[in-house]
């Protein structure tokens, strides 16, 4: 892990609104000998830099750490205590920057919230519940007058 990033990290908490910058892979393909002659190493743009903003919501991972920084959250009136989580997921060693531009943008309920969306991850909709992890959701009668 990255000590240089984890520096950066120590002003930065759960709930702070942040930017990074990482490299993105990429893909390089050569299709003829011809443009292998052409292309030199030096001349290969292979870089393929990106900028996140987002809720940074923590370090995650067992085999290599991640910046998890979610981008979108959604909270659904139509269904109790259900919303969803974009989230962007950066391996550690893959961030050049990361740089707080406030600070709790996001209440410590929500930032649970979305940490554990993001850790349980999936769902299934059946109609009028939603189940997340085996726990049921049932869809609120009332769903248009809210909207």
């Not at 292998?36 to 292979?46: D, K």
């Not at 410590?108 to 189940?131: D, H, S």
Request: aromatic share 8%.
């Amino acid at each position: 892990m990255s000590n240089r990033v984890l520096k950066m990290l120590e002003d930065i908490k759960p709930g702070d609104l942040v930017v990074v910058d990482w490299l993105d892979s990429s893909h390089g393909r050569i299709e003829t000998q011809r443009e292998l002659r052409e292309v030199r190493p030096n001349v290969a743009v292979i870089d393929c830099p990106v900028k996140s903003y987002g809720v940074f919501l923590g370090l995650f991972g067992k085999r290599s750490q991640h910046i998890v920084v979610s981008s979108s959250l959604w909270i659904y009136t139509a269904v109790e205590d259900y919303g969803q989580v974009d989230s962007i997921v950066v391996p550690i060693g893959c961030v050049e920057n990361i740089k707080l531009l406030q600070s709790q943008v996001l209440d410590a309920n929500n930032v649970m919230l979305c940490r554990n969306a993001f850790l349980k991850g999936r769902y299934i909709n059946f109609g009028r519940r939603v189940v997340i992890h085996n726990k049921a959701f049932k869809v609120k009668d009332n769903a248009s007058e809210s909207a």
